[in-house]
């Protein structure tokens, strides 16, 4: 028998993902509620690779409820998101990166924390790294959520895109125009224009490379440096900061910057 569905619509931008987007994909069939939909973005890959994507969506288990939407040449993923987020059908928007997946129980929980609490708009919850390819096991149990608030998150962001689910209704988008620091831009820009977000103190999403210094976008810290003081000059444009505050998370944005370069190199020092 097949568990119940809800009304979310995940999404996963998907370039070059070919060797994970299965492992993305087994993730959400083993989820205890089921989502309505699946929005799978070819971000302008390849005819080989775009082949692939096809082949493994039909094979899927969930081949009846994954739509594909192609996109060429390859946009980045802030309009990939924009785009499946548009032609989403369901109350509710959960994202997911093709090289990262979910605990069995991350909709289920999160989505009745949404419903339980509707004045929440956006929440997040914890995400760690998962070492290996084995089946993810670990227990959940009674989890605590607090309120985020824009003074916070501009000086500390707990929401990593695959933890985010947020109701469709936002009329907010990505900035296409950004490649990085565009999700947390989004989340700022949504808080900022009144939006209630919560955080979720559980690990319910899993990542299998380095949050800085490892594989996809994160592999190019000064890039994601360049994209954070981007984030703060035009949230400073938009008028929602006051320049006083632009200066404080600059200097703020550079040390933590500085930081991760001495963690990176710290690392690779050990291997």
């Known amino acids: 028998m097949k568990n119940s569905s809800v009304p979310v619509s995940v999404i996963i931008p998907c370039y070059k993902c070919q060797t994970t987007l299965r492992r993305a994909l087994v993730s959400i069939e083993r989820q205890s509620l089921q989502p309505a939909e699946i929005i799978v973005v070819d971000d302008g890959n390849t005819l080989e690779v775009r082949q692939q994507i096809v082949t493994i969506c039909t094979e899927s288990s969930l081949a009846d409820k994954i739509f ?142 380095s949050f800085y210094g490892e594989g996809g976008l994160s592999k190019d810290l000064w890039q994601m440096e360049k994209g954070e003081i981007d984030t703060y000059i035009k949230l400073y444009k938009k008028r929602y900061i006051p320049f006083l505050i632009l200066n404080a998370l600059l200097i703020l944005s550079i040390a933590k910057y500085l930081r991760r370069v001495i963690v990176v190199k710290l690392d690779l020092s050990r291997h």
């Open 68 to 209: 594909l939407i192609h996109l060429a040449p390859r946009s980045g993923p802030a309009e990939a998101r924009n785009a499946a987020w548009n032609e989403a059908s369901n109350k509710f928007i959960a994202f997911l990166d093709a090289d990262d997946d979910w605990h069995p129980n991350k909709i289920e929980i999160q989505y009745r924390f949404m419903t339980s609490h509707p004045e929440i708009s956006i929440s997040a919850h914890q995400i760690k790294k998962h070492k290996s390819n084995d089946q993810i096991v670990s227990s959940v149990n009674r989890a605590t959520a607090r309120q985020v608030t824009f003074p916070r998150k501009l000086i500390i962001n707990e929401f990593s895109t695959p933890t985010v689910m947020l109701k469709k209704s936002i009329p907010i988008r990505f900035d296409s125009g950004k490649m990085h620091s565009e999700d947390y831009f989004l989340w700022l820009e949504i808080l900022r224009n009144g939006y209630k977000g919560a955080y979720i103190s559980m690990t319910l999403a899993y990542t299998y490379k």
